[in-house]
T-cell receptor
Framework: DAGVIQSPRHEVTEMGQEVTLRCKPISGHNSLFWYRQTMMRGLELLIYFNNNVPIDDSGMPEDRFSAKMPNASFSTLKIQPSEPRDSAVYFC??????????FGPGTRLTVT | QKEVEQDPGPLSVPEGAIVSLNCTYSNSAFQYFMWYRQYSRKGPELLMYTYSSGNKEDGRFTAQVDKSSKYISLFIRDSQPSDSATYLCAIEGGSTLGRLYFGRGTQLTVWP
């Protein structure tokens, strides 16, 4: 299996622009997680889907962030409008049984 | 108070040293305890997993859980330069099944 696939791997954008991050989970996994990692705050859970349904979105910072999972093989995390403080590495992870999570390589976002 | 506290280090040791990494947690309802390893510019990967108090050994790695003190540890024996990475503790078992709470991670460097 190819593992969790994320795109793009790097994104540089200007403040105010819309950013869309994409994730393809491992086939057969029924849980999907979006995380944000920064030096200051570490790894933070943004949102958690189970069987394509959002279970916990309490980590989504504000209305500028939204996430969708239209089917079992695809999810997006959108930031609109983006701000410099959104600069971070965004990870997607999937899990077959809500225990071990398999992480993707991450998207390094820089907002100038 | 955060759910999980972890000293971010950094920690620098010579090859062959015994390394001790630690986390404390606040909620006695947590039941599952994990250690993830993250190499530079990669996603975290599961290293050790345990759900009970006591020790679990896997090669040079030992995970220890003390539920009475809400304290978990990871010991690395005969440390190698290839062990240089960030180690994150993760805990599951709160009100949302499947949600992990991560420590900030401890950056470890093992020099030859």
């Amino acid at each position: 299996d190819a593992g969790v696939i994320q795109s793009p791997r790097h994104e540089v954008t200007e403040m105010g622009q819309e950013v869309t991050l994409r994730c393809k989970p491992i086939s057969g996994h029924n849980s999907l997680f979006w995380y944000r990692q920064t030096m200051m705050r570490g790894l933070e859970l943004l949102i958690y889907f189970n069987n394509n349904v959002p279970i916990d979105d309490s980590g989504m910072p504000e209305d500028r962030f939204s996430a969708k999972m239209p089917n079992a093989s695809f999810s997006t995390l959108k930031i609109q409008p983006s701000e410099p403080r959104d600069s971070a590495v965004y990870f997607c992870a999937s899990s077959p049984d809500s225990d071990e999570q398999y992480f993707g390589p991450g998207t390094r976002l820089t907002v100038t | 108070q955060k759910e999980v506290e972890q000293d971010p280090g950094p920690l620098s040791v010579p090859e062959g040293a015994i390394v001790s990494l630690n986390c404390t947690y606040s909620n006695s309802a947590f039941q599952y305890f994990m250690w993830y390893r993250q190499y530079s510019r990669k996603g975290p990967e599961l290293l050790m997993y345990t759900y009970s108090s006591g020790n679990k050994e896997d090669g040079r790695f030992t995970a220890q859980v003390d539920k009475s003190s809400k304290y978990i540890s990871l010991f690395i024996r005969d440390s190698q330069p290839s062990d240089s990475a960030t180690y994150l503790c993760a805990i599951e078992g709160g009100s949302t099944l499947g949600r992990l709470y991560f420590g900030r991670g401890t950056q470890l460097t093992v020099w030859p």
